[in-house]
């Protein structure tokens, strides 16, 4: 049956079209009853593609975050399923590696488990596996964050500094109320709040490693979604995100994802507000749009394109007017500070010595900007609020 796979593949997954998947595919149903076999012998060569995909820099949220865009929902389940089968080689995975679990018993029983779950006919299912196998052979090598499951490496490098769970659990909440909440002022003065707790953890922690009270903390980096619709205002949205919580953030938008280097506690910071400014962002322009509707406009494309620039430009401004004003509030801690900035700039240059600007698409519907600088304005992050000049495109 290893034969059987070896060639299918062969014929389906190394040519340029789509002429080979239903020649490969035909192969794997040749014999109905070694379906088994053949689900058993699958599994075997997925755990190999995406163990090729680590070692080339990827992670489970790249990869599924890949699939999601080019395939559909059945190509993302059953990518989950390789992931999870990989994944129980070891008996320690890496931070934020993946939730996913072994469903289906026996190996042996994947292949007839799948069409009951899948609801579907086995040449269905063969040409889906031999599409996922294709997307991940042809990933290319891209900056790795961490060490994949099994690495030596992974076993030298420090634990990381957390957010300590009660001030996580504080901040998420209100988070989750500033989202919720029909009231500007309101989501303000929730979201001040959530961000004076990080920059607050931030201090401490950078104070207590320049006293040797921490163990030593080198700079990490995650991955964070950055997704099409209107991916380069929320490019721009997560750089003020990541650079008032101390870190770097470079947007790769051929993969949809921004990589964000910080030390670990910063990069949990991150992720929460970006999270949460996106939320409030969209339900924003989700009600502006629906006023200027209801006034006869019908451009919706470009208000939402300029509503959210505008949103991401505004709130900049605002992030890093807040960050200057926090570290300066405590001049003592300064220097710690400054530590920490410069490790993770280092961080950042040796991950990416090569990168380039890119230029926006221009802002050009009025309404929307000046919709998208108010909402911004609503969802101020906290330190002193002054007025900031405003011009619409």
């Known amino acids: 049956m290893r034969e059987i796979v070896g060639r299918a593949c062969e014929v389906a997954l190394y040519v340029a079209d789509d002429s080979g998947l239903d020649s490969g595919a035909s192969l794997l149903v040749a014999e109905p009853g070694r379906w088994g076999d053949v689900g058993r012998e699958l599994l075997v060569r997925g755990e190999a593609y995406v163990r090729q995909a680590w070692e080339r820099g990827w992670q489970p949220a790249d990869v599924l975050r890949l699939v999601r865009r080019d395939l559909d929902d059945r190509h993302v389940r059953i990518t989950r399923d390789l992931v999870a089968a990989e994944a129980r080689r070891y008996a320690r995975l890496p931070e934020r590696w993946t939730d996913a679990e072994v469903w289906w018993g026996e190996d042996a029983q994947y292949g007839d488990r799948l069409a009951q779950r899948e609801r579907a006919d086995r040449f269905s299912l063969a040409t889906a596996l031999l599409e996922v196998f294709r997307l991940l052979i042809r990933l290319p090598s891209i900056e790795p ?34 989202e919720a909440t029909t009231f500007p002022e309101e989501a303000e003065a929730l979201s001040a709040k959530a961000q004076e707790l990080m920059a607050r953890h931030t201090v401490d922690e950078a104070l207590l490693a320049a006293r040797g009270e921490r163990p030593a903390q080198v700079p990490g980096a995650c991955r964070i979604g950055v997704e099409p619709p209107y991916e380069e205002a929320k490019a721009v949205l997560l750089d003020a995100v990541a650079g008032a919580n101390r870190c770097r953030a470079v947007w790769n938008g051929g993969f949809g994802f921004s990589t964000v280097v910080g030390f670990e506690s ?3 910071a991150v992720e929460l507000l970006y999270t949460s400014l996106l939320v409030q962002g969209t339900a924003a322009m989700t009600r502006a749009e629906a006023a200027q509707r209801s006034g006869g406009r019908k451009r919706t494309k470009t208000f939402r394109q300029s509503f959210l620039l505008a949103y991401a430009s505004r709130l900049g401004q605002r992030l890093a007017e807040t960050a200057e004003h926090t570290a300066t509030e405590a001049p003592d801690h300064l220097p710690a500070l400054v530590a920490r900035d410069v490790a993770v700039t280092a961080r950042a240059d040796e991950m990416f010595p090569r990168t380039t600007t890119t230029r926006l698409r221009g802002a050009s519907d009025h309404a929307g900007w000046t919709d998208g600088t108010a909402a911004a304005d609503r969802a101020h992050m906290g330190g002193p609020r002054h007025p900031l000049p405003g011009s619409a495109p």
């Open 145 to 178: 964050v961490a060490p994949a499951p099994g690495d030596p490496a992974a076993g030298t490098l420090p634990e990381h500094a957390h957010i300590e769970p009660r001030m996580l659990a504080r901040i998420r909440a209100l988070l989750a109320k500033a």
């Open 266 to 268: 910063d990069l949990e």
